[in-house]
């Protein structure tokens, strides 16, 4: 690790489970909670506290992780690395280390974590400043909707699959993230882009289990329940941690629609854009008048067809 | 030395004898001016290392010879050759061809690139090169799959040829994705492992899909 500095970068700080802000909500919850269990008659969690009164263990533990990251020297494992001129590369690497500082552990708590919406959001909830989660989530999605548009046989004019592919998937977690932190900054949320980057990031965990499933079974009425159900859920949780860091009805209002509603979008977007259905659509592509579906599979009943048949214009329109 | 005190060497014999330590023969100067020796042999000498490599990753051992002596030389052969093969394979023949072998092209690098830096910021051990290295050679079961595929397609195109290439390509798959986790896994620390692992089994992935939905013009 050469070229490493000894100064400890505070702004590397914004995991916020070292302030206090976010201290006094858990500790608050963890009060009520402990009320609720001193009335079944156990009182055992209340020595754990004194050790994290104001969040100093937590900030000793930040800090702590940070300043054996750059003391201690790994060995260096070439002299050949020493060599290349590349230290601006090394240098940036080294701002981004704290950011995948996970046990697998964590990484699958953090996963399952994403479908359960909270149910306390009068304190702000905690946000792991985490990016190996999120980074590997949308590389799945990438594998997912290859594999989709590839047994769909979409036929991309301009550009290639992958492109496409990956285009997407990073242009969406890249872009609505820093509109939404755009919009957070705007409502006065307590939020970092870092934050805002992992939980739209492990909001991405329920559209990579609906597109897996339902481009292998391709019954609408599942993929509409998957839609409601499983992309339902995580937005929820991520309009549920928003809420609970906004102060402010308009606010909230503004934020968590805007989230909720390119959340779910994407995930029809997805669905319908790169999906053997829309088959038809991409060859004739001429103008609105549109037939309606024939190459559908006959088990669709009659409303959904209808709805599928206006979203398939919108889309047609808006190409 | 109070022993020796008592001995003495008459003053009419003279000393003598070397003064100077014998250098060690002519191999320091061999090892480090190559510009004299013929250009087979330098060429040679390069392909036995690839060669040795690659035998290396087709029977993958716990041997550090991937991993101390870098190189990549025989990833861009592999690269070069498997987007060679995948030209040419896409739907839409309106676009075909450049798009293709650049597209893999920069897959691999930019993959193997990610990878690196992903196992770098877990806190693995391992060089950045090396680690190109290694992910570059372990491509080579998946390029023999290409091949096969490709001599597959040319018997035709049915669903029997279809299971036969998924078959074949599964199993090189598998074959890439423990060759490189064989090598690459040492250099974590240990409750990592499963996390460094995650993105190869993805890299070989997206590399195996682009071979398996592979489809002649």
């Known amino acids: 690790q050469g070229g490493g500095s000894a100064v400890i970068d505070m702004e590397n700080m914004d995991d916020t489970s070292g302030s206090s802000f976010e201290d006094m909500g858990e500790m608050h919850q963890r009060m009520k909670e402990e009320e609720e269990e001193e009335a079944e008659g156990e009182a055992g969690a209340a020595e754990e506290e004194d050790g994290e009164f104001l969040g100093m263990k937590g900030l000793r533990g930040q800090l702590g992780r940070q300043v054996a990251d750059q003391v201690s020297a790994a060995p260096c494992s070439s002299p050949l690395r020493e060599a290349l001129p590349a230290f601006s590369l090394y240098a940036n690497i080294d ?12 990484v699958r708590a953090r996963l399952l974590e994403s479908m359960i919406p909270v149910k306390m959001i009068n304190f702000p909830q905690k946000i792991a400043g985490e990016l190996y989660g999120p980074l590997m989530l949308v590389f ?151 037939p309606p579906f024939q190459r559908v599979a006959r088990d669709i009943p009659v409303i959904s067809s209808a709805v599928l048949n206006t979203t398939a214009k919108a889309v047609a329109l808006t190409q | 030395f109070a022993g020796l005190a008592d001995v003495s060497i008459s003053e009419d014999i003279p000393v003598e004898g070397e003064i100077t330590v014998p250098v060690g023969s002519h191999s320091p100067d061999e090892d480090y001016s190559t510009l004299d020796e013929p250009v087979r042999d330098t060429i040679m000498r390069d392909l036995k290392a690839v060669g040795k490599k690659f035998v290396h990753v087709m029977y993958p051992k716990k041997s550090s010879a991937l991993l101390r002596d870098w190189d990549l030389w ?117 409750n990592r492992k499963a996390l460094v692992v995650y993105p190869i089994f993805l890299f070989y992935f997206v590399i195996s899909w682009m071979i398996l939905t592979f489809t002649p013009q």
């Open chain 2, 74 to 190: 025989g990833p861009l052969v592999l690269c070069v050759s498997l987007a060679l093969m995948l030209q040419g394979g896409s739907a839409d023949s309106k676009d075909d061809g450049g798009p293709q072998f650049a597209e893999v092209f920069v897959i691999i690098w930019f993959g193997a690139v990610v990878i690196t830096l992903n196992s770098k910021l877990l806190g693995g051990t391992i060089s950045f090169f090396q680690s190109l290295c290694v992910l570059g050679y372990c491509v080579l079961p998946l390029t023999v799959a290409m091949l096969v595929c490709r001599l597959v397609l040319l018997a035709g195109s049915g669903t029997i040829s279809f299971v036969i290439r998924l078959i074949v390509v599964v199993a090189m798959f598998a074959w890439s994705t423990l060759a490189s986790t064989a090598f690459l896994a040492d250099s974590q620390p240990p």
């Open chain 1, 95 to 106: 701002i981004l280390r704290p950011y995948f500082d996970v046990e697998p552990i964590q």
């Open chain 1, 140 to 290: 799945t999605l990438v594998a997912i909707l290859l594999h989709g548009m590839k047994t769909s046989d979409t036929i991309i004019r301009e550009g290639t699959l992958m492109g496409t592919a990956i285009g997407t998937c990073f242009g969406y977690w890249l872009g609505v993230s820093s509109f939404i932190y755009f919009l957070a900054y705007l409502c006065n949320a307590q939020i970092t882009m870092v934050q805002m980057l992992s939980l739209l990031g492990y909001g991405l965990f329920g559209h990579c289990i609906t597109l897996f499933v339902t481009y292998n079974i391709h019954f609408h009425s599942l993929f509409y329940i998957f839609w409601l159900g499983v992309g339902g859920l995580s937005t929820l949780r991520m309009v549920a941690v928003l809420v609970s860091r906004t102060v402010g009805h308009t606010q909230r209002l503004i934020l968590c629609g805007t989230l909720a509603a390119l959340h779910m979008l994407f995930l029809l977007y997805l669905h319908f854009a790169y999906h053997k259905v829309v088959e038809g659509i991409l060859d004739t592509l001429e103008g609105p008048n549109m």
